[in-house]
C-alpha cells in the first residue's frame, strides 16, 4: 500500500482544556472549485465528525466577514478542487496540507493542496470511478479537512494510530466509502482546548 504525506503540524504542545459549543469553518477557495465535490466535502467532514460533542458550520469568507461568530477556523484550498478527466502535471512533493504553528503554538489556520489530493485518489480509481470523480475528491477532501480539523482542536501536531487522524493515507483510503475517526481521537477532541476569540486573527 502507497502512503502518501497528509499533513505537516509542527507544534505538539499542550493546553489547558476550554470547551467550545460551537466552531465555524471558513472556506477560502484560491482557485476553480466544483460545487459538487464541495457539497461532498462537508457531508463526508459532518459524517466523519458526528460523534463530536462540537457543533460545526461552513461560511464562505465573505460570509465569515459579517459574522460574529467567536470561534472560526480559516481553511485555504490551494489549486484546483476540481476532478479532471485527463490528469496534468504537477508537483506532488509535500503534504496534500498544513496546519499552521506559531512560536509552538497551533493556529485555526490550515492550508489543503488540492492538486495533490487528486493526484494521490487518482492513483487508486479505476473503471467507473472516474464517472463519479467530483464526488470521490469531496469524500476526500471531507477527509482531510477533518484531520486538520484534529490538529485545531486539539492544539497538538499528534496523530491517531489508524483512521482519518493517522499520519499518512493511501489513495485507497482517501476514497474508501467509510473512513472514520477512532474513538480515541473522538476523546481527545472531547477534551480539546479551543476558545480563544479567533474572529479578525
Do not use: W
Not at 460551537?22 to 482557485?31: A, E, K, N, Y
Not at 501536531?157 to 493517522?166: I, N
Amino acid at each position: 500500500m502507497r502512503l502518501v504525506p497528509y499533513c505537516a503540524v509542527a507544534c505538539l504542545a499542550a493546553v489547558a482544556p476550554v470547551f467550545a459549543e460551537g466552531i465555524t469553518i471558513v472556506l477560502d477557495f484560491q482557485g476553480p472549485r466544483s460545487e459538487q465535490s464541495i457539497t461532498e466535502m462537508k457531508r463526508e467532514f459532518e459524517g466523519i465528525m458526528k460523534n463530536s460533542p462540537i457543533r460545526f458550520d461552513f461560511r464562505t469568507r465573505a460570509e465569515a466577514a459579517e459574522s460574529t461568530a467567536p470561534d472560526m477556523v480559516v481553511v485555504r484550498f490551494k489549486g484546483k478542487c476540481v476532478f479532471e478527466p485527463v490528469p496534468y502535471l504537477i508537483d506532488e512533493r509535500g503534504p496534500m496540507a498544513f496546519t499552521h504553528s506559531t512560536g509552538g503554538a497551533v493556529q485555526p489556520f490550515s492550508e489543503v493542496a488540492c492538486d495533490r489530493v487528486t493526484r494521490a485518489m487518482r492513483s487508486a480509481m479505476s473503471g467507473g470511478d472516474f464517472a463519479k470523480g467530483d464526488v470521490l475528491l469531496g469524500r476526500a477532501l471531507g477527509r482531510v479537512l477533518a484531520h486538520e480539523v484534529v490538529h485545531i482542536l486539539t492544539k497538538s501536531g499528534q496523530h491517531g494510530s489508524a483512521g482519518v487522524a493517522k499520519t499518512a493515507l493511501s489513495g485507497s483510503e482517501l476514497i474508501a466509502p467509510e473512513l472514520r475517526l477512532e474513538t480515541r481521537d473522538l476523546e481527545r477532541i472531547g477534551g480539546a482546548p479551543f476558545h480563544q476569540n479567533f474572529i479578525n486573527r
